[in-house]
């Protein structure tokens, strides 16, 4: 019913851009936020930017300063900039999405690869 789709991922060296989107199959406003997670290898998830429908974007401080998200709500998209990348950037970077409710419903996709070689 609900989907989201990521796609921009890919290699890089260090230093490089790539710009990632995670597409809804709805529209995003319906969502009170969004967000971007990354994992790693023997890491956990981690946050790397929450989205809200309304708001200033919060980053983690790993990537603050050097990652910028955004999103088009008539193209029901949402997007990561990343910039400056480096190695510890490596992971699966996936979209999710959340709607408020009582329990919260979350939604996320399958993922996209980025790869930062040295």
């Known amino acids: 019913q609900v989907q989201l789709v990521e796609s921009g991922g890919g290699l890089v060296q260090a230093g490089g851009s790539l710009r990632l989107s995670c597409a809804a199959s709805g529209s995003i406003l319906s969502f009170n936020a969004m967000g971007w997670y990354r994992q790693a290898p023997g890491k956990q998830r981690e946050l790397v930017a929450n989205i809200p429908r309304a708001g200033t974007t919060n980053y983690a401080d790993s990537v603050k300063g050097r990652f910028t998200a955004t999103r088009d709500n008539a193209k029901n998209t949402v997007y990561l900039q990343m910039d400056s990348l480096k190695p510890d950037d490596t992971a699966t970077y996936y979209c999710?999405?959340?709607?408020?409710?009582?329990?919260?419903?979350?939604?996320w996709g399958q993922g996209t690869q980025v790869t930062v070689s040295s």
């Open positions: 999710n999405a959340v709607i408020l409710r009582s329990p919260p419903q979350y939604y």
